[in-house]
């Protein structure tokens, strides 16, 4: 044991660097005049050469990297998907040429880009997916200004020159390295192909800032969140700030306009598509430099029968009197849903909620009236219901006393971030493919010598033998992607911890496991636990299980547990009994494999926000193929319910065939739902129900 602790400490030690690609390396300057774009472009390349799936992390030093061409992350390894996480210590990514992108993310899968300012050039962040299916891409605390186009731009196009496949995407540009390592770009006329609707990813932008861009942001992804986000236009702006076409959801987001007369300016155009979705708003706050504002939204989006298209406002705050439109919500198209709650116009004047760019009457509607709602009288200020009588009369009565105080107290739980755990006293560095022995011996070291420490596990592949036991405190971060699967003969989790106090795990891949993370807290501790930015793929047990006391509803407790910016695949998501549990912006796919259970099993209270679930009642998708057949008879449903339940803002369901949102089992229990989508057909025909009770809850909203 004592030679054991001797090796390690001296591996540690001797590690020239925490950041396993770190541009400066290559040769990079960060000066702010030196052209570095050669340098960070061999260090994209070498972040994906040779390693499958198992990327590096692209670090960026303090500094300023001036750079004259767009630089490239692909995949260099054949039929493989692309994991490269991108991070800075506030470095800045400066653009010299204002007619090329910073960044191109060519054949897009699961990225993190944190930590990183992007200051001109013409888009900062492209991201091209070809519509891979469970695509997760997060964009925390980045700041992006100058763009003469779009900051950040995922949309796909479809290519209309493809006759024989109506799902061809249009690839945006060719890519060709030369022998120096440079990545020359040719790029294809986007503008002249029609944005497409397919876009298998979930997206969020978090804690970011947008300053003096042409344009913020282009998204066409399934469901994009953006939250703690600030937004200040250009002068220079030309229609929309913002350009959706999948799902969009913004909270907690400030905005101001910076107004030229005579411009057509807004804030949102929302395109029109097959999968229609909206636009939610909650929170939000969009002023005005001049006295005149904005129009919110320009929709363009039909109101459809299986999907549909929905716009809420909810406890904002809009600068609109004086704009041309003089209204809200600005439709060229009649969508399926309108909500105005606790909504209020900047100014003090008086402006419509919702405005017509053209006369509609009744005979515009094309689908089943029962799926038409539109109400605009919940507690609004300055804001005149301008309805016609034809669209009045399907205006949903208000909500009963007891149900309506539910949404409007709707109880939430803030998610756990980076900001709620300290700081570690010690970094350690896991040794590049190493055995689950010496990782385990380097757990045990960080929890002996340090109240709190980090320790780092690098890109590679690890098998595990046995399952690694983690202290009650740590905070163990994957530096690009460290796939973690089983051995022969594994048939344990890959992380244990009991009585845990403080756990933070970020950035691991755990795939073809027995289970992935199990959990126990004490009761009276109050526990931490975040699980961020990580992917479970095609496990027989949880992804996270988490435990206090004995684990049923009555054992009260005081833990906290969030799983965020994630991917579940083919894999039971989540079991627990804690006091505050919250999925945030997750992806789940789930298991065909599962019979009479749920993807996610709750036993305490749990928050669920802006999740995207994807059903699947086919066995192929799990098993590669290997195995067949569909299981609609397993009894299949999204959440067993047995205590308290709040979901908001979540999608299931779509593909393959939906089934129940949730099982209730608590008689005592709550359910509120709100803007949420659910999709019941085909999955299990046993409950063709959103909500179905074995048991009657205290509340069901």
């Known amino acids: 044991m004592k030679t054991f602790t001797i090796t390690i400490l001296l591996f540690w030690l001797a590690a020239p660097t925490l950041h396993a690609v770190n541009v400066r390396d290559f040769g990079a300057a960060g000066d702010g005049s030196t052209d570095d774009t050669l340098a960070i472009q061999r260090a994209a390349t070498a972040a994906t050469a040779n390693r499958g799936m198992a990327h590096e992390e692209i670090f960026f030093p303090p500094g300023t990297y001036l750079i004259s061409d767009t630089i490239v992350i692909r995949n260099h390894a054949p039929q493989c998907l692309s994991l490269v996480n991108l991070r800075g210590d506030r470095a800045t990514i400066r653009q010299s040429d204002p007619a090329k992108d910073i960044i191109y993310f060519e054949e897009s899968f699961r990225h993190t880009v944190e ?134 959801h913004l909270e907690d987001v400030e905005g101001l306009a910076r107004v030229t007369p005579g411009k057509e300016q807004y804030w949102i ?55 041309p439109e003089n209204s809200i919500l600005w439709l060229h198209e009649i969508p399926n849903l309108i909500h105005f709650q606790d909504t209020a116009e900047l100014s003090g004047r008086s402006v419509d909620a919702v405005g017509f760019a053209r006369d509609f009457t009744e005979k515009d509607l094309q689908n089943d009236p029962e799926k038409l709602s539109y109400r605009i009288d919940g507690n609004n200020t300055n804001l005149r219901n301008t309805l016609p009588a034809w669209m009045a009369h399907y205006t949903d009565p208000a909500l009963p006393g007891p149900a309506r105080q539910a949404i409007r107290e709707f109880p939430v739980s803030r998610p756990l971030t980076g900001h709620d755990f300290p700081s570690p006293g010690k970094s350690y560095r896991i040794p590049p493919g190493a055995s689950a022995d010496v990782i385990q011996g380097i757990l045990d070291q960080a929890a002996a010598e340090a109240a709190l420490a980090e320790v780092v596990i690098p890109a590679g592949h690890y098998p595990l033998d046995r399952s690694l036991r983690l202290p009650p405190r740590i905070h163990l971060r994957g530096e690009g992607t460290p796939i973690i699967y089983a051995a022969p003969g594994m048939t344990e989790a890959a992380f244990t911890g009991a ?194 009770f074995e048991r009657i809850p205290a509340l069901a909203v």
């Open 115 to 248: 930590g990183l300012d992007f200051d001109g050039g013409r888009r900062q962040l492209k991201f091209w997916s070809n519509n891979i299916d469970s695509g997760h891409v997060t964009i925390r605390n980045c700041r992006f200004a100058n763009a003469a186009s779009f900051a950040v731009d995922d949309s796909l196009r479809k290519d209309t020159g493809n006759t024989e496949n109506w799902l061809a995407v249009l690839k945006p540009a060719e890519v060709i390295f030369q022998a120096d390592g440079k990545a020359e770009v040719v790029w294809a006329d986007e503008e002249a192909y029609p944005p497409f609707y397919f876009t298998s990813t979930q997206l969020r932008i978090t804690e970011c800032e947008f300053r003096n861009n042409r344009k913020a942001f282009f998204v066409t992804s399934d469901w994009a969140f953006v939250d703690r986000t600030r937004i200040e236009t250009s002068p220079e702006q030309e229609g929309a700030a913002i350009v959706s076409l999948g799902g969009l």
């Open 269 to 323: 155009q929302k395109l029109d598509c097959m999968n229609q979705y909206g636009v939610n708003f909650r929170n939000v706050r969009l002023a005005s430099d001049a006295e005149t504002g904005w129009a919110v939204v320009h929709n363009y989006c039909r109101h459809g029968g299986n999907q549909n298209s929905a716009f809420f406002f909810d406890q904002c705050n809009f600068a609109v009197a004086g704009s």
């Open 499 to 692: 009585g845990v106090e403080q756990i933070r795990l970020e950035h691991l891949y755990l795939t073809n496991l027995a289970a992935g993370i199990t959990l126990t807290t004490r009761p009276e501790n109050e526990a931490k636990i975040l699980v961020r930015d990580c992917t479970f793929d095609r496990l027989n047990g949880w992804a996270l299980a988490v435990v206090s006391g004995d684990g049923t509803l009555e054992s009260s407790n005081r833990t906290a547990v969030t799983l965020a910016d994630s991917t579940v695949t083919f894999t039971p998501a989540l079991t627990h009994n804690a006091a505050a549990a919250v999925i945030d912006n997750t992806w789940i796919t789930s298991d065909a494999s599962l019979e009479k259970t749920g993807s996610i099993r709750n036993y305490g209270t749990l928050y669920m926000r802006g999740m995207l679930g994807v059903p699947e009642t086919d066995l192929a998708g799990k098993f590669h193929g290997q195995r067949t057949g569909r299981t609609t008879a397993n009894d299949h449903r999204w959440i067993d319910n047995y205590g308290r339940i709040y979901i908001d803002r979540c999608r299931f369901g779509g593909e393959s065939g939906g089934f129940p949102m949730v099982v209730n089992y608590a008689e005592d229990g709550e359910i509120i739902l709100r803007e949420s989508w659910c999709y019941i057909y085909e999955g299990n025909p046993e409950r063709l129900t959103l909500l179905d």
